[in-house]
């Protein structure tokens, strides 16, 4: 599970609490990890390009290090397609994957991320997997985003927002299913659940089950629509030192 910024420790163990034991399987060993350098934020088309560039450095090796699958753990994607082309084994985009459920949860689907930028990288993450046809809205709060915290300690200023937006999507925008824009989110998830009339879909955990059933069921991206390279170099990236090493 990659995220598409340098995190520590202690900040990819927010993340990884996302997934309840309830839901890992004994079978299945889960490993976080960010990237080594690059973006923080992703909130421009320059600091996506660099999680494209470090998110595939950091999945690069983990077909030969003996992973079943690698998953973008991000509503941003990053990455995927150039790890798709480079490894044989399953490739997972958190977006793709909640999207793919959102559709078959209802007819339409309401995104409600953090801020502005996240707003309009996720409208553009649709129209690039031609579903802006199932998509009601893309709807923000107008709240910085925090990678390392994620909500902690802005939950009630927070979720009251999530509410008040994924309302008024359903409510004004004929969303059917709710999705959380973004990994970040995870912690409003339980408790959109319990007040809206309707699916709430957390992103992370999408991609979770998506990464074990395409493991279960033996598939893999195809490589008439990935091909590899004609030519795979050693990592360029291993020399760039990381901002949290090891």
Not at 111 to 121: D, Y
Not at 211 to 221: F, S
């Amino acid at each position: 599970m990659i995220l598409p910024v340098p995190l520590p420790p202690e900040a990819l163990a927010n993340f990884a609490a996302q997934i309840p034991q309830t839901l890992r399987r004994p079978d299945i060993d889960l490993e976080f990890v960010g990237c080594r350098t690059g973006a923080s934020l992703v909130d421009s088309a320059y600091e996506s390009t660099l999680a494209d560039a470090f998110v595939l450095d950091a999945g690069l090796d983990a077909e030969k290090e003996g992973c079943a699958a690698v998953c973008s753990f991000s509503t941003s994607d990053s990455g995927i397609a150039a790890l798709r082309s480079c490894l044989s084994i399953p490739v997972v985009g958190a977006a793709q994957a909640a999207f793919s459920l959102a559709i078959q949860l209802g007819g339409r689907f309401s995104v409600v991320t953090m801020w502005e930028p996240w707003r309009r990288a996720i409208t553009e993450t649709i129209a690039k997997y031609g579903l802006a046809g199932r998509v009601a809205s893309v709807r923000q709060i107008g709240v910085r985003p925090d990678t390392h915290e994620l909500l902690n300690g802005k939950e009630d200023i927070v979720f009251a927002k999530l509410e008040a937006e994924a309302r008024a999507a359903i409510e004004q925008d004929g969303a059917e299913v709710i999705m959380l824009g973004s990994t970040t989110m995870y912690q409003s998830h339980a408790y959109l659940a319990s007040v809206l009339p309707c699916p709430v879909i957390n992103p992370g955990l999408a991609a979770y089950k998506a990464c074990e059933t395409l493991i279960d069921l033996g598939l893999a991206q195809s490589k008439i629509a990935y091909p590899a390279p004609g030519v795979l170099a050693s990592n360029p990236f291993q020399p760039i030192p990381p901002v949290f090493p090891n």
